[in-house]
Each structure stands twice: as structure tokens, then as C-alpha cells.
């Protein structure tokens, strides 16, 4: 899959501009504030069907305007398309392939695939669980329609079944009905947890692979599935209800798979709790890689890779080796300067919502 032009009308900074692509390492350069992360964003608006930034997507539109445009030009393995997204300040927003107006954002789902990393990523090793839950989902996701379904239907009764712990009813009542919920939600919970150790399993031998290339072979990351230890619904079920008394006590559920998070270990230390900042960075970056050899497994064709400001952080050799690493998937990577004369790249100075070549 490659990019290979952008045509921008009146999006955020940007009043006209059509830019060419190289299929191989693309850097964005420009002073702050300039438009490189509004460049990226206009493209993995094209992935996604949304800003990775923008709580209201009319704020893309350039302040002066009504109405703004992007257009991606896409070459795939096999022909190529065209995506187009239409804001405007009185509607909702258009998404056209190939002219083809499409009713819902799934139907851009492999039409253009990529994967976006910004400084912010650095929460799913920081942060907490949710953020790593979040990302085991969205990955599951893009790859299994059905994921979808179960994940909201757990939810569902997860939200039904905390519900129900806060009645005031009496306890013989209480276990009857929670009963039929724990039926329902062992089978979810069986399922669920299946995918994401599956998920987790596939991603551990890229991210290793990555990480271990970054690092010039001095780290060993490591990621593994922490979650239930349960398999059977009959052992789900019965954890359920050993539980219920604390589950009464506190009003909410204290066992299911909305707990489960992925333990991400540097040379077997913990890297939430020990890692310094770089290789925090390094770990999230490596499971983003990952994920697009994930993506070009399950789809066949490599994912573009957008990276926003990820040099800054990292010293010289990590730099390095991430940009060889690169080489063979078409790069968007923004930055305030660029020094590596002997890496083969194409690189775009924007200034004010203008583009150049150097
Ligand atoms: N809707 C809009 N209309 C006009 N200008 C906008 C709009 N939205 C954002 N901008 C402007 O776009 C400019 C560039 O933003 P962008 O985030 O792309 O900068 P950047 O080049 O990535 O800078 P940095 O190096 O600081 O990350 C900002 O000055 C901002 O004010
Ligand atoms: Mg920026």
C-alpha cells in the first residue's frame, strides 16, 4: 500500500496543496506550528475516518472557511483509489472511495491501512491498563469484525450485572438474577480473553524482532497477556461467584477481562515501573511496529507508517536504527531538523501551510 499523493483544501493551515510521496522514507521538517502534525492527521484521517486529535472535527476546517478537503491518492497491491473527506461547517462530513459517497467510517476498513505514533502513544506503557486494553481492542478489531460485537455485548452485561449489585433486593433474589447475567458473561469472557492472548502471542515475536533492531541488540522486550487465569466457563462462572460477596460489598464487578492488561518486561524488568523514558519510548514504539506487520499479515500488504516527533526522544544510534528499520514501509515521520545525509529519503519542508522540496 502506498500514498502516493495528498491534495489538501482549507484543512487547518493548509488553503491548497497537493503533495507527491516517495514509497520509501518521507520526512516532514518545519519549524513549530508550521503544519507537519496537521499533515499526518489529514492522512491517518484517510485510515481511520477521524481526527487522532480533534474533539470537534469542525476544527480542521481552516478558520477562514467553510468548507474544507482531503484527497488521498492510493496505489495498492493490486490498482489503486482514491479516498476523499468533505467537511463542512453546516453538514457532516462526506467520505467518498472512488466517488462513492459511504454510509458508515467501516466501510473505509482496508481501503488504506496504517499505524500512527505520536509522543502521546508513550501512555500505553505509562499509563494504566485501559490504555493497553484499548489498544489490544482496536487491534482485535481491525481484524475481526466479530470482536466488535462480543467486546460491546460484555459490556453490556457487565454494566447490567453492576446494575443489579447496587438493588436493594433480597440476597436469595439477588443470586437468581445475577446468576443468569454470570452465564451470559462467562461465555464473553472465554472469548474475549482468547483473542487477546492470541492477539498478544502474534504481536510478541514482531515486537521482540523490532525492538531488538532499535536497540542494536542490547534489549530483549518482552509482552505477555496478564489477565484471567481461568479457561473453562465452569471455572469462570464459579470465580463469579466466589466473588459475589466482594462484588455486593463494593458494587461492581471485581472479575472479568475489563481488568486484563499486557506486561511489557525490558531484559525480564518491569518496564511501566523501571523503564527510563527512552526506553519506554522504545518499547511503545516497538509494539507499534508490530502492529503493522500484524496488519501486512492479516491483510497482505504492508500499512504506511506515520511518526510525529518520535526523533526527539531518542539518542543517536536508537534514531539510527529506527530509521533503517523504516526502509521498507513508506514513512511519514515529521521533524524540526533532519542530519543523516547517508539515509535515502524524500524530504518536505513546510512552512505556513506550505510545502517545498529539499
Ligand atoms: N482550523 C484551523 N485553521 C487555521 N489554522 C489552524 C487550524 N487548526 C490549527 N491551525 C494552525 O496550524 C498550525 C500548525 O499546527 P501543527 O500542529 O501542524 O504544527 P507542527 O508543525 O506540527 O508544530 P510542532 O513542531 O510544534 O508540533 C498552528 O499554528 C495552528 O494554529
Ligand atoms: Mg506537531
Given at each position: 500500500?502506498?500514498?502516493?499523493?495528498i491534495?489538501?483544501?482549507?484543512f487547518?493551515?493548509?488553503?491548497?496543496?497537493?503533495?507527491?510521496?516517495?514509497?520509501?522514507?518521507?520526512?516532514?521538517?518545519g519549524?513549530?506550528?508550521?503544519?507537519?502534525?496537521n499533515?499526518?492527521e489529514?492522512i491517518?484521517?484517510?485510515?481511520?475516518?477521524?481526527?487522532?486529535?480533534?474533539?470537534r472535527?469542525?476544527?480542521?476546517?481552516?478558520?477562514?472557511?467553510?468548507?474544507a478537503?482531503?484527497?488521498?491518492?492510493i496505489?495498492?497491491?493490486?490498482?489503486?483509489?482514491?479516498?476523499?473527506?468533505?467537511?463542512?461547517?453546516?453538514?457532516k462530513?462526506?467520505?467518498?472511495?472512488?466517488?462513492?459517497?459511504?454510509?458508515?467510517?467501516?466501510?473505509l476498513?482496508?481501503?488504506?491501512?496504517?499505524?500512527?505514533?505520536?509522543?502521546d502513544?508513550?501512555?500505553?506503557?505509562?499509563?494504566s491498563?485501559?490504555?493497553?486494553?484499548?489498544?489490544?481492542?482496536?487491534?482485535?478489531?481491525?481484524?475481526?469484525?466479530?470482536?466488535?460485537?462480543?467486546?460491546?455485548?460484555?459490556?453490556e452485561?457487565l454494566?447490567?450485572?453492576?446494575?443489579?449489585?447496587?438493588?436493594?433486593?433480597s440476597?436469595?433474589?439477588?443470586?437468581?438474577i445475577?446468576?443468569?447475567?454470570d452465564?451470559?458473561l462467562a461465555?464473553?469472557?472465554?472469548?474475549?480473553?482468547?483473542?487477546?492472548?492470541?492477539?498478544v502471542?502474534s504481536?510478541?515475536p514482531?515486537?521482540?524482532?523490532?525492538?531488538?533492531f532499535?536497540?542494536?541488540?542490547k534489549e530483549?522486550?518482552?509482552?505477555e497477556?496478564?489477565?484471567?487465569?481461568?479457561?473453562?466457563?465452569?471455572?469462570?462462572?464459579?470465580?463469579?461467584?466466589?466473588?459475589?460477596?466482594?462484588?455486593?460489598?463494593?458494587?461492581?464487578?471485581?472479575?472479568?477481562?475489563?481488568?486484563?492488561?499486557?506486561?511489557?518486561?525490558?531484559?525480564?524488568?518491569?518496564?511501566?515501573?523501571?523503564?527510563s523514558q527512552?526506553q519506554?519510548?522504545?518499547?511503545?514504539l516497538?509494539?507499534?511496529?508490530?502492529?503493522?506487520?500484524i496488519?501486512?499479515?492479516?491483510?497482505?500488504?504492508?500499512?504506511?507508517?506515520?511518526?510525529?516527533?518520535?526523533l526527539?526522544?531518542?539518542?543517536?544510534?536508537?534514531?539510527?536504527?529506527?530509521?533503517?528499520?523504516?526502509?521498507?514501509?513508506?514513512?511519514?515521520?515529521?521533524?524540526?531538523?533532519?542530519?543523516?545525509?547517508?539515509?535515502?529519503?524524500?524530504?518536505?519542508?513546510?512552512?505556513?501551510?506550505?510545502?517545498?522540496?529539499?
Amino acid at each position: 500500500m502506498e500514498l502516493e499523493k495528498i491534495e489538501l483544501y482549507n484543512f487547518r493551515n493548509y488553503k491548497s496543496a497537493s503533495i507527491s510521496f516517495d514509497s520509501g522514507l518521507n520526512v516532514v521538517c518545519g519549524e513549530n506550528a508550521q503544519g507537519k502534525t496537521n499533515l499526518l492527521e489529514a492522512i491517518y484521517f484517510c485510515v481511520v475516518g477521524k481526527s487522532f486529535r480533534a474533539t470537534r472535527e469542525r476544527e480542521v476546517i481552516n478558520m477562514q472557511s467553510d468548507i474544507a478537503k482531503i484527497k488521498v491518492f492510493i496505489k495498492k497491491n493490486v490498482g489503486k483509489s482514491i479516498i476523499e473527506i468533505i467537511f463542512s461547517r453546516k453538514e457532516k462530513k462526506t467520505v467518498k472511495i472512488d466517488g462513492i459517497p459511504i454510509k458508515r467510517l467501516s466501510g473505509l476498513l482496508g481501503e488504506f491501512n496504517g499505524v500512527f505514533f505520536a509522543p502521546d502513544e508513550l501512555k500505553l506503557i505509562k499509563e494504566s491498563p485501559e490504555d493497553r486494553r484499548r489498544f489490544m481492542d482496536i487491534d482485535i478489531s481491525q481484524t475481526t469484525k466479530q470482536y466488535v460485537y462480543i467486546l460491546s455485548r460484555y459490556n453490556e452485561i457487565l454494566a447490567n450485572r453492576n446494575k443489579q449489585l447496587k438493588q436493594n433486593i433480597s440476597r436469595h433474589d439477588l443470586e437468581n438474577i445475577i446468576s443468569i447475567w454470570d452465564e451470559q458473561l462467562a461465555d464473553y469472557v472465554q472469548k474475549i480473553k482468547k483473542y487477546r492472548q492470541n492477539f498478544v502471542i502474534s504481536l510478541l515475536p514482531y515486537a521482540k524482532k523490532a525492538h531488538e533492531f532499535i536497540t542494536d541488540g542490547k534489549e530483549d522486550l518482552h509482552v505477555e497477556y496478564v489477565g484471567i487465569k481461568e479457561d473453562t466457563k465452569e471455572e469462570i462462572i464459579n470465580k463469579l461467584k466466589t466473588n459475589l460477596e466482594k462484588d455486593i460489598t463494593l458494587g461492581y464487578t471485581t472479575y472479568g477481562v475489563h481488568r486484563d492488561d499486557i506486561k511489557v518486561t525490558i531484559n525480564d524488568i518491569d518496564v511501566r515501573s523501571y523503564g527510563s523514558q527512552g526506553q519506554q519510548r522504545t518499547a511503545a514504539l516497538s509494539l507499534k511496529l508490530a502492529e503493522l506487520s500484524i496488519i501486512e499479515e492479516i491483510t497482505h500488504t504492508r500499512p504506511v507508517l506515520l511518526l510525529d516527533d518520535v526523533l526527539s526522544e531518542l539518542d543517536d544510534s536508537r534514531k539510527k536504527r529506527l530509521l533503517e528499520y523504516c526502509q521498507g514501509t513508506q514513512t511519514f515521520i515529521t521533524c524540526t531538523a533532519f542530519n543523516y545525509p547517508d539515509i535515502k529519503c524524500n524530504k518536505i519542508e513546510i512552512k505556513n501551510g506550505e510545502w517545498s522540496k529539499i
